[in-house]
């Protein structure tokens, strides 16, 4: 996003919620509460846009251990689902991934996430358009070096494909909000439901 873009929508950003959301914070896969943290485990968030197949990829990796869906990246406090799809809170659906470094290395968890979208379509994903659907990374300053690292390994193959730039925001963790109960877990709770996941064919290098 442009500097001016940003000033538009933090100008018609919508007010802040002054409560955050109450839900059942228990993990219907990990059987565990969505806030837990365990010992070991280190936190990153990762959108890639809607959060429904995204929170499923990452649950099924080998040393993940926890994972919520929420929304990150904007302004508002306290955001509801449709607050965020208006655009005006400037937030982005993203999944907070709890893993095992020693399990599961960080730059295996960004293949990961590369090869399962399209990180260069900016606002949207396919179909699913908007500013709650683009590509971002927010995670601890001292893993920010590995996932700059990543993304150029990543560019120069789609580089080689002839697909465009990342468009993937990279900032230091931002404020997480928990999504409504209804969308965590969404794909385990409703295997048939919608999964936007569609990568581009590039094998990130790692």
């Known amino acids: 996003m442009s500097e001016s873009s940003i000033e538009l929508q933090l100008s018609e950003a919508l007010p802040d919620r ?52 929420g929304y990150a990246g904007g302004y508002t406090q306290n955001p ?18 709890a893993f095992i ?15 399962a979208h399209d990180p260069t379509q900016g606002m949207r994903q396919g179909n699913d358009r908007g500013t709650q659907y683009r590509s971002a990374i927010y995670a601890e300053s001292a893993m920010l070096a590995e996932i700059e690292a990543s993304k150029q390994s990543y560019q120069e193959q789609l580089n080689a494909k002839g697909l465009g ?25 409703n295997p048939e439901g919608y999964c936007g996941l569609k990568g581009t064919g590039a094998v990130c290098p790692i």
């Open 80 to 97: 509801t689902y449709k607050d965020v799809c208006t655009g005006k809170t400037g937030h982005t659906e993203i999944v907070q991934v």
């Open 165 to 189: 730039n990342i468009t993937t925001e990279i900032k230091v963790k931002q404020p997480f909000y928990f999504a409504e109960e209804e969308h965590q877990q969404y794909l385990y709770k």
């Open 101 to 115: 470094p020693s399990q599961l290395p960080l730059k295996a968890l960004l293949k990961a996430y590369w090869e």
């Open 18 to 69: 002054s409560e955050p959301m109450q839900l059942n914070f228990q993990h219907q896969v990990f059987q565990r509460d969505m806030r837990d943290v365990p010992e070991g485990a280190e936190v990153i968030w990762l959108a890639a846009g809607c959060f429904w197949g995204v929170e499923r990829l990452f649950w099924q990796l080998d040393g993940v251990v926890n994972t919520a869906v």
